[in-house]
């Protein structure tokens, strides 16, 4: 079992940061794959970035590609997702999420979700 809570989300002006938190409890996060994902109103969840640490391997949605970073710190057993550069787009809540599995970018890899954090950027 794997319990994850974000946090950091908040409101910020377009061109502006946030950094997201994603606390791991139970497990070693770096023995699984771990996403973020994001689900704006009105829409499907969708890919944001995620990195399997077993496999070395990190994906990022296109829409957020060098603007989005996914890192880590193993001493607090904690995930990151900086995010630079916001857009009004961006406006969505984020959800990180624990799974295995070789497909990092679906949502059906992951069987442990976090509760969500709202992220919302203003024009």
């Known amino acids: 079992q794997v319990q994850l809570v974000e946090s950091g989300g908040g409101l910020v002006q377009a061109g502006g940061s946030l950094r997201l938190s994603c606390a791991a409890s139970?497990?070693?996060?770096?023995?699984?794959?771990m996403g973020w994902f994001r689900q704006a109103p009105g829409k499907e969840r969708e890919f944001v970035a995620a990195k399997n640490w077993s496999v070395g391997s990190t994906s990022y949605a296109d829409s957020v590609k060098g603007r989005f970073t996914i890192s880590e710190d193993n001493a607090k057993n904690t995930v990151y997702l900086q995010m630079n550069s916001l857009k009004p787009e961006d406006t969505a809540v984020y959800y990180c999420?624990?799974?295995?599995?070789?497909?990092?970018?679906?949502?059906?890899?992951?069987?442990?979700w976090g509760q969500g954090t709202q992220v919302t950027v203003s024009s």
């Open positions: 139970g497990r070693r996060f770096s023995t699984y794959a």
């Open positions: 999420a624990a799974g295995r599995g070789p497909i990092i970018t679906a949502p059906y890899t992951y069987n442990y």
